[in-house]
Structure formats: structure tokens, C-alpha cells
């Protein structure tokens, strides 16, 4: 969008206190270039146990704590939504199955980014390029902060609901919304700064918040599991009367089992921070949706011991209405397990989406100093603080849970559906490229036709408002790209905003990567 710092640097033209600013920051010889040892980049420091637990921290989020009742509203029977749970991580293994051989192929972060601008970006000068922007515009505009302000408001209620008893009824019908809001917005500049200051604080706090919440997940299973050893388990209907097979509920159905879900292709996006990628990338995702996939339909079965199918579908925290049934006061260890995950998943889209910005700036598709990094911590500082701005602006727009969920998933199946068409395109433009692992076919086949269902049928059999503000907002990123991204064209006094910012923030210019 603008010209790279450094090429401005080595212009003859430029004032001496210009030249006086960025020795400053030790951006500046005398010869113009840039110091060789400030041509920094971000390091591999994560290894195969940080990378599933990064993929872990993404999915056992939000969703396996909001979405068991509309599952099972939706399917209409125990055993269609356990059917559910299971294809719903049957699909998200093969859609991540060929990012797996993606991500070896353009062995870049930026994960769909980076497989869109090499499979279509100089095909045609205008329209090869656009896919990767509308991703990028879509991930940074909707999806990351719509997820971010889900994860904020769900830890804010775990952390609200303790202190509710002690509180008066005037003072929650008056100051209820605000408290909430404050404490989700403190939650989304806690797990800003963790990102800011270091990537191994990131990875530390990231593992411990992964541990401690697969273990409230244990904890709800071994509920369950007493529950039907010790004979108390209700009389559990596991069959499919009633099962529920409209075009529309089939949807609905799927979008919630597989929002719970979603998070799987994301580890491709910081490839170029993993040791190993060739091998750990795999594996993380295979070992990380088997751990998932247990997880969420075991947590189900757990929640039928106890629960009624009226009180799963109308209960707003079936986890927590689970566990003070089992364990009384015992429940606390619920109520912080899901107030973790929804934390872990707060810190963990941020890491993601920091690095979504860093490689888009880095290939000329946002503000450049969105790519700098921080001269002494070594993280894309820029580009996170533009994440925890992003989620705090969803936060306050007061949207329900519901619809940013719709919003999240109609847009992310689209793209998948072109990641997978990415598959086909590289295989014959690359024949040669390294693919240590090559997904058959038919599986990205199959995730396309998928994908475009859960696009289209509910706009057909339910066309709501959101759907339309959806594509809106793409076409809003296409009227964006034509004179920002294709035309070049440059905002006024944008150049000495960055020069400011750069030396306040002291971050300079990532290491040059090869265009994708």
C-alpha cells in the first residue's frame, strides 16, 4: 500500500532530521542501507507439543460450551447429534488433511493467505491477487475479532457468574452489560500484552492454559462416567427418532458442530515460527483433532447422564448446569475449565491474526508497519496491538453470540472451499514442488462441495439480514482493494504517521521474504 521503509532510506532526498529519527531507532546509516544486524525476522520457536497445543487452544474454545443444545435442537435426536459431533471432526480432518500438503508446498505463514497468492496471484494482475486480499480483508474485518469477542464475553459470564449471589438484583439490572463488557475488554488487552512482550511467554502461558483446560474437559467425562457406574445416569435414548433432515436444519446443524471444530487449519498460518514444519505441522493437526474429536463427543455423552434433552437444548452453560448436578460445589473446577478455554482461545487468535497482518503488510496488502517487529522482543507488535483495537470495537458493537457465530462461519466455509481448490491448482502449476505428504483427491473434492453447501442453502432457505451484511462487507473490500491495493495509491501524511509510530513503538522492518 506504501513504499518499504528501506527503499525510502536510501533516497538522497531526505532531511537530516529525517536521517536523525531513524538512527535513532538504528534504522540508518550513512550509506543509506539498513544494518545487517537489524534485518530481523521471527524466530522457530515453536515446537510439535506448543504447536498442538496452539491447535487445541484454537478449537477447545468457545463453541463445545455454546453449541451442544443447538446441536441437538437442530439434528432432533441424541443419536443424529452424536452422529454430528463425530462427521463434524471427520470433516475437519480432511480439510486439514490438505492444508497439511499446502502448507509444504508454500512452506509461508499466512495459511489460506499464502496458498491463495501462490496458486492465483499472477494469473491476472487484478483478479490474482484479490482472493488473498478479500481473505485477509474477511479474517482482520469480521471473522478474528467476531471470534475474539465471543471468547471475551463467554470468559467474562464464567467470571461474572460466582460473584452474581452476592450481588443485589437493582445492582445487575443496572450494571450488569457494563460489568461484563469491562471485564471482557480487560481479557482482550491481558492476552494483548502476553503477545507483546514475548513470543516464550506466549508458548508458556499457552501450554499451562491448554493443560489445566483439557483437564476440566477429564473432569466432565469422569462425570459422566460415575454417573452411569454408579446407576444414576438417566435412561439415555441414544437413537434417532425425531432426527430432523431439512435442507436448513442439516445447515444450521453443521455450522454449529463444525464452528466448535473450527481452529484445525490455523497452525498453517504461523508455519514459518515452526520447527519442522514439514513433519510437526502434520502431526499437530492429527494428534491435536483426534484429542478434539474424543473430547467433544465423550463431553456429550457425559452431558446425557445428567441432563434431559430439554435442558441441553434450552441451557445457556450445559457444562455448568452439568457439573453442579455431579459435583455440587464441585462445579467450580467446570466453571473455570470453560472460563480457561475461552481464555486460551482469546490468547491464541491473537498470535494467529498478528501473523494473518505481518505476512499480508510484509506482501504489500495492508499498511506496511503492520510487518515490523519489535527491535528487542522479537514480536509483530504492530500487528497485534491492530488485533486487540479490531476485538474491542466487535466487543462493543453488542452483537449476540448467535450471530456473530453465523457471520463467522458462512464467511470461513467459502474460503476453506477455495483453499481446497488450491489443492488442484498447485498440483498442476507445481508438479514438482516438495510433497512430503499428498492428500488424495478426492478429500478436497468432497470438503468443496461441503463447503459450498453451508454456504448456499442458508441464505436459500433462511435469508437473513446477516448474510447480506456479509457480502456487503466484501464488496466493501473490493472497493478498498482497486485503489489502495491494485492502483498503489497512497494516503497523505501516512509515511510520517509510520516513521512516528515506529520510533515510539521502536519496531523496524521484518527481514525481506520472497514474494509469494
Not at 219 to 242: H, Q, R, T
Not at 274 to 281: A, E, G, Q, S, Y
Request: overall charge neutral.
Amino acid at each position: 500500500m506504501t513504499e518499504n521503509l528501506t527503499d525510502s532510506i536510501n533516497k538522497t532526498n531526505m532531511s537530516e532530521s529525517d536521517k536523525t529519527d531513524l538512527k535513532i531507532i538504528g534504522l540508518y546509516e550513512e550509506n543509506g542501507n539498513l544494518p545487517e544486524e537489524q534485518k530481523i525476522h521471527l524466530k522457530r520457536d515453536i515446537g510439535l507439543i506448543s504447536a498442538i497445543n496452539l491447535i487445541l487452544n484454537l478449537i477447545i474454545g468457545s463453541g463445545i460450551f455454546l453449541t451442544p443444545g443447538t446441536v441437538l435442537s437442530e439434528s432432533g435426536s441424541i443419536g443424529m447429534s452424536l452422529l454430528v459431533w463425530f462427521l463434524s471432526g471427520i470433516i475437519s480432518l480432511m480439510g486439514a488433511l490438505a492444508f497439511a500438503e499446502l502448507s509444504t508446498v508454500v512452506p509461508k505463514s499466512g495459511g489460506s493467505y499464502a496458498y491463495f497468492q501462490t496458486a492465483f496471484k499472477d494469473l491476472h494482475p487484478f483478479l490474482g491477487p484479490l482472493p488473498g486480499f478479500l481473505f485477509i480483508w474477511i479474517m482482520m474485518i469480521i471473522v478474528v475479532p467476531a471470534d475474539l469477542a465471543v471468547v471475551a464475553l463467554l470468559f467474562a459470564n464464567y467470571v461474572y457468574e460466582p460473584v452474581r449471589p452476592s450481588l443485589s438484583p437493582e445492582f445487575h439490572a443496572n450494571n450488569e452489560v457494563l460489568v461484563k463488557n469491562t471485564i471482557a475488554a480487560a481479557t482482550l488487552v491481558a492476552v494483548g500484552i502476553i503477545n507483546y512482550v514475548s513470543v516464550k511467554l506466549y508458548l508458556n502461558t499457552q501450554n499451562l492454559i491448554s493443560f489445566l483446560k483439557l483437564s476440566g474437559c477429564a473432569f466432565v467425562i469422569v462425570g459422566g462416567i460415575y454417573m452411569l457406574i454408579s446407576g444414576k445416569a438417566l435412561n439415555i435414548n441414544f437413537g434417532f427418532e425425531g432426527t430432523k433432515t431439512t435442507p436448513h436444519s442439516l445447515a444450521i446443524v453443521f455450522y454449529a458442530g463444525l464452528y466448535s471444530y473450527d481452529g484445525w487449519s490455523w497452525v498453517t498460518g504461523v508455519t514459518e515460527e515452526i520447527k519442522n514444519p514439514d513433519k510437526n505441522i502434520i502431526r499437530s493437526i492429527l494428534i491435536g483433532l483426534l484429542i478434539v474429536t474424543l473430547l467433544f463427543i465423550s463431553m456429550n455423552v457425559a452431558y446425557t447422564t445428567t441432563l434431559t434433552v430439554d435442558e441441553i437444548i434450552s441451557g445457556s452453560a450445559v457444562a455448568v448446569e452439568f457439573g453442579d448436578r455431579v459435583f455440587g460445589p464441585g462445579k467450580i473446577v467446570v466453571s473455570i475449565a470453560v472460563a480457561l478455554s475461552a481464555l486460551g482461545a482469546a490468547l491464541s487468535l491473537i498470535f494467529y491474526a498478528s501473523r494473518l497482518g505481518y505476512v499480508a503488510a510484509r506482501e504489500g496488502q495492508m499498511w506496511e508497519f503492520i510487518c515490523f517487529i519489535h527491535r528487542r522482543r522479537l514480536t509483530p507488535a504492530p500487528a497485534v496491538i491492530l488485533q486487540v483495537v479490531l476485538g474491542l470495537g466487535y466487543l462493543f458493537l453488542g452483537r449476540g453470540m448467535d450471530t456473530l457465530i453465523n457471520f463467522y462461519m458462512f464467511l470461513m466455509w467459502i474460503f476453506y472451499g477455495l483453499t481446497m481448490a488450491t489443492v488442484f491448482v498447485l498440483r498442476r502449476r507445481m508438479p514438482l514442488a516438495n510433497r512430503p505428504f499428498k492428500v488424495p483427491l478426492v478429500i478436497p473434492a468432497v470438503v468443496i462441495v461441503l463447503s459450498t453447501a453451508l454456504a448456499v442453502i442458508p441464505i436459500f432457505t433462511q435469508p437473513p439480514m446477516q448474510y447480506i451484511v456479509c457480502l456487503l462487507l466484501t464488496s466493501l473490500g473490493v472497493l478498498f482493494y482497486y485503489p489502495f491495493i491494485y492502483k498503489r495509491m497512497k494516503l497523505p501524511y501516512l509515511d510520517d504517521c509510520q516513521r512516528v509510530l515506529q520510533k515510539w513503538m521502536d519496531v523496524i522492518p521484518a527481514k525481506e521474504e520472497p514474494p509469494l
